[in-house]
């Protein structure tokens, strides 16, 4: 029988512009008759595609598949460095960071990077899945089994906080309704009364992020796009449906989510009205 193993892929982004790295786990009964689904695993802002050995995660799904915890798949870690897998610059280039300068921010269209270059990629490479219920974002089990293998920096985590408390004015109370965590769990992990026992601490750091560097690494156009994504990916909503809400042409609709300067700024106005008011009401729909 074979062994499980891990396979370096290096390749040039022509998104990028620039050579990238992926590392790709391939299961024990991987072989070129039967397609198994992906798992794309995305290292946070500090880290890259080594994540797989660093967090154990080759092992751990040698593990739990054995166990039947999960079934075998193919499991990739692709390079995104610090751009939070965002679309933020229609140039890939590096910038300092606002909040601290020592500190280097990668902004560039990694959301497309990911999308049209490392799952095309994947899927001309290895025996895959290829369609969208072959291809996963996120698996709660494997994610709990190696979190634990994480030594969490408190510290970072504090510091990032009171980055939010101090320069975007976000106090605890609103950063515990945003987050869902404990208001009493945060003012405690803020008085060093909870080391090392970080609730959710890979959402919370992304959060964390988003809420100061990430957010202003994305522009305006961009941000709608984000929301109209989320629009179609969560609830199903077409872009006739939000063309008619915004009292724009479906053409208008479908050359702003190709080139967002395609349109005047008027029609962007009015997307993004419709846009942002379809969001908030259908967040606030019970489940």
């Given at each position: 029988m074979n062994k499980s193993k891990v396979e370096k892929v290096n390749f040039y982004s022509d998104v990028l512009g620039k050579e990238m790295s992926m590392l790709v786990y391939?299961?024990?009964?991987?072989?070129?008759?039967?397609?198994?689904?992906?798992?794309?695993?995305?290292?946070?802002?500090?880290?890259?595609?080594?994540?797989?050995f660093e967090m154990g995660i080759n092992t751990k799904a040698d593990q739990m598949i054995k166990d039947g915890d999960i079934k075998p798949m193919i499991i990739v870690c692709p390079r995104i460095e610090n751009s939070m897998g965002?679309?933020?610059s229609l140039i890939c280039k590096e910038v300092s960071d606002l909040g601290d300068n020592n500190r280097i921010i990668n902004i560039g269209m990694y959301k497309d990077?990911?999308?049209?270059?490392i799952?095309?990629?994947t899927d001309k490479t290895f025996n895959t899945i290829k369609d969208r219920k072959g291809r996963?974002?996120?698996?709660?089990?494997?994610?709990?089994?190696?979190?634990?293998?994480?030594?969490?920096?408190?510290?970072?985590?504090?510091?990032?906080?009171?980055?939010?408390?101090?320069?975007?004015?976000?106090?605890?109370?609103?950063?515990?309704?945003?987050?869902?965590?404990?208001?009493v769990w945060l003012k405690?992990?803020?008085d060093g009364k909870n080391n090392s026992n970080i609730q959710e601490p890979a959402y919370l750091s992304n959060m964390l992020y988003m809420l100061s560097d990430g957010i202003l690494m994305i522009n305006e156009d961009n941000r709608i796009k984000g929301v109209i994504?989320?629009?179609?990916?969560?609830?199903?909503?077409?872009?006739?449906?939000?063309?008619?809400?915004?009292?724009?042409?479906?053409?208008?609709v479908q050359n702003f989510m190709d080139d967002t300067n395609s349109i005047s700024i008027e029609k962007k106005y009015k997307l993004a009205v419709a846009v942002l008011f379809l969001h908030c009401l259908f967040k606030r729909l019970p489940n």
């Open positions: 391939l299961p024990e009964c991987y072989n070129n008759s039967t397609p198994l689904p992906v798992l794309y695993f995305l290292h946070g802002r500090s880290g890259d595609e080594n994540i797989m965002l679309n933020s990077y990911f999308m049209k270059e799952i095309f990629l996963y974002m996120d698996i709660e089990i494997i994610r709990q089994s190696v979190s634990k293998n994480i030594n969490q920096n408190d510290c970072i985590i504090r510091g990032d906080i009171q980055n939010l408390i101090n320069n975007y004015k976000i106090e605890l109370k609103s950063l515990s309704k945003i987050t869902g965590i404990d208001y405690d992990f803020m994504d989320v629009l179609i990916s969560e609830f199903e909503i077409k872009y006739e449906t939000l063309a008619i809400y915004a009292k724009l042409e479906l053409e208008d």
